[in-house]
């Protein structure tokens, strides 16, 4: 971890939820970066190959698992500006790096986490890294590794939708 303060937004604190809490008072968001392997001749987009993984700080929410860089979303930005603002201040992605293809909303109705779904612009692994104290690890991820890892619990779950996104999204395009 190369160091770095915690980064303060007026978007943090805690919202209530029924039984449960979620962090982010204008909800939260996270950048789920992808790199696929080489297109097809056809040009159609190869498979995905590898993730971006954040290994949570213990005294986090949900400690020690992975998951996605992310956290709460300001009152002045949109999901996806803090999604990249987020994996900018904790994994050290330029966002100018990222080709974003969607967002997947899960809604509590006070409460929303959008997953910002992205590729690297180049094809290539983007330099990753902890940039701040919110993590023991970030790192590039073999796709066939992440189900061995304790995954955050939200992340696991969703994680079957964002596979079929990311699919349908290499369908869709020539």
Same mark, same amino acid.
């Given at each position: 971890?190369?160091?770095?303060?915690?980064?303060?937004?007026?978007?943090?604190?805690?919202? !209530?939820?029924?039984?449960?809490?979620? @962090?982010?008072?204008?909800?939260?968001?996270? #950048?789920?970066?992808? +790199?696929?392997?080489?297109?097809?001749?056809?040009? *159609?987009?190869?498979? $995905?190959?590898?993730?971006?993984?954040?290994?949570?700080?213990? @005294?986090?929410?949900?400690? %020690? *698992? @992975?998951?996605?860089?992310?956290?709460?979303?300001?009152?002045?930005? =949109?999901?996806? !500006?803090?999604?990249?603002?987020?994996?900018?201040?904790?994994? %050290?992605?330029?966002?100018?790096?990222?080709? &974003? =293809?969607?967002?997947?909303?899960?809604?509590?109705?006070?409460? =929303?986490?959008? *997953?910002?779904?992205?590729? *690297? $612009?180049?094809?290539? +692994?983007?330099?990753?890294?902890?940039?701040?104290?919110?993590?023991?690890?970030?790192? @590039? &991820?073999?796709?066939?590794?992440?189900?061995?890892?304790?995954?955050?619990?939200?992340?696991?779950?969703?994680?079957?939708?964002?596979?079929?996104? #990311?699919?349908?999204?290499? !369908? +869709? +395009?020539?």
């Amino acid at each position: 971890m190369s160091g770095g303060a915690h980064h303060r937004h007026p978007g943090d604190g805690w919202v !209530q939820c029924g039984d449960h809490r979620h @962090w982010g008072l204008h909800g939260a968001a996270g #950048l789920f970066l992808v +790199r696929r392997a080489v297109p097809a001749p056809d040009c *159609t987009p190869g498979p $995905v190959t590898d993730v971006v993984l954040q290994h949570r700080a213990a @005294w986090s929410h949900h400690g %020690g *698992t @992975w998951g996605i860089p992310g956290g709460a979303v300001s009152p002045d930005e =949109t999901p996806t !500006q803090g999604a990249l603002r987020e994996a900018a201040e904790e994994a %050290g992605i330029d966002p100018a790096s990222v080709r &974003v =293809t969607a967002e997947h909303v899960l809604d509590h109705g006070v409460w =929303t986490y959008t *997953t910002v779904l992205g590729e *690297t $612009v180049s094809g290539e +692994r983007t330099p990753v890294e902890a940039t701040d104290p919110e993590s023991i690890e970030v790192r @590039w &991820v073999p796709v066939g590794e992440v189900a061995g890892l304790p995954l955050h619990p939200g992340f696991a779950d969703a994680l079957p939708h964002l596979a079929r996104l #990311l699919d349908t999204d290499r !369908q +869709r +395009r020539p």
